[in-house]
C-alpha cells in the first residue's frame, strides 16, 4: 500500500512539474512577443518622428570643387495601407502626374525636384552685310560641362536703314539646355536620405523630395507563433496512465498540447 502511494504521489509530482514547466514556456514566450511589440512600437514612433522632421527640414547643399552641386534632404517613409489624410495630400500630385493609381500598386519610391537656372551668356556677334544698308547679325555659342550637360544658343538679326530710320526684322533665337541630374537614396543610422546632384553651372536646386512606400502587412514575415493547440499524436516515451502509475513505452491518444515557437514547423 505504500509502495500505491508512493506511485501515485510521484505521478502527481511528475504532473504538477510538467504543468509548470510549461506555464514556463508560455511565459518566456510572452515575454518574447512583448519585447518585440515594444520594438515595433518604437520603430513606428521613429519613422513618424522623421517624417515630422522632413516637413519641417530645409535642403542642404554644397558645392565640391569641381563645381558640383550637391543637395540632400531627409526621405519621407509612408505605410501605404495606413495613409493620414495629410500623406494622402502629399502623394495626390504623383497620382495625377505619373497617372498612378490610387493604391500605388507596385511603386516603392516617389521622386520629384524643383531646379532654377540663372544664366548670363557672352558670345561675339558676326555681322554680314546685305545690299547697300543692310546687315544681318547672327551669334552662336555652345558649352559642354560634362557629365552630359550642355548649352547651345544661337540667333540672328536683320537690321536696315531705310529712309532714315533703322528696321529690324524680328530676332530669332534657339536655345538647347540639357541638364543632368544624378540621384541616389543613402542610408545613415536608419535615416534615408536623397541626394541630388548636377556639374551644370547656375543651378539652383530648391525642392527635392523622396517618399518611400512601405507595405507593413506584405512584407511582414509569417511568424511561428506558440501557443495550444488539439491534435492527434503517436509518441514513444515516459507515460502516466489512470492508476497515476508511470510507465515508459509508445502512446496514442488526443490531447492539448502547447508548443513553443521554436518547435513549431
Known amino acids: 500500500m505504500s509502495k500505491d502511494k508512493n506511485i501515485k504521489l510521484s505521478g502527481w509530482l511528475f504532473s504538477a512539474a510538467l504543468i509548470a514547466f510549461m506555464l514556463f514556456l508560455q511565459q518566456c514566450n510572452h515575454n518574447t512577443n ?3 511589440e515594444i520594438e515595433t512600437q518604437k520603430k513606428e514612433a521613429n519613422r513618424q518622428l522623421s517624417n515630422y522632421i522632413a516637413a519641417n527640414q ?3 547643399s554644397l558645392t565640391t570643387e569641381n563645381g558640383v552641386l550637391i543637395s540632400r534632404v531627409r526621405s519621407y517613409e509612408f505605410d501605404i495601407t495606413d495613409l493620414t489624410k495629410d500623406n494622402k495630400q502629399l502623394i495626390s500630385k504623383y497620382n495625377s502626374v505619373l497617372s498612378e493609381n490610387k493604391k500605388l500598386k507596385d511603386v516603392n519610391n516617389l521622386l520629384s525636384t524643383q531646379i532654377e537656372i540663372r544664366d548670363s551668356i557672352i558670345a561675339n556677334i558676326s555681322v ?6 543692310g546687315s544681318k547679325l547672327s551669334f552662336e555659342q555652345e558649352n559642354d560641362y560634362g557629365d552630359g550637360n550642355i548649352r547651345s544658343i544661337s540667333g540672328k538679326l536683320s537690321v536696315s536703314i531705310k529712309d532714315g530710320k533703322i528696321e529690324s526684322s524680328p530676332i530669332e533665337i534657339v ?4 541638364i543632368s541630374l544624378l540621384a541616389s537614396i543613402k542610408e545613415k543610422e536608419g535615416v534615408k536620405y536623397l541626394e541630388v546632384a548636377t556639374s551644370y553651372p547656375g543651378v539652383k536646386i530648391n525642392k527635392i523630395e523622396n517618399i518611400s512606400l512601405v507595405n507593413k502587412e506584405l512584407n511582414r ?4 507563433r506558440a501557443g495550444w493547440s488539439i491534435g492527434f499524436g503517436v509518441t514513444y516515451g515516459v507515460n502516466l496512465n489512470n492508476n497515476q502509475v508511470i510507465s515508459y513505452g509508445p502512446a496514442m491518444g488526443i490531447g492539448l498540447y502547447w508548443s513553443p515557437r521554436w518547435l513549431r514547423f
Request: hydrophobic residues 35%.
Open 34 to 36: 512583448l519585447k518585440k
Open 58 to 60: 530645409q535642403i542642404e
Open 128 to 133: 554680314l552685310p546685305i545690299g547697300i544698308n
Open 175 to 178: 536655345s538647347l539646355s540639357r
Open 221 to 224: 514575415k509569417i511568424e511561428k
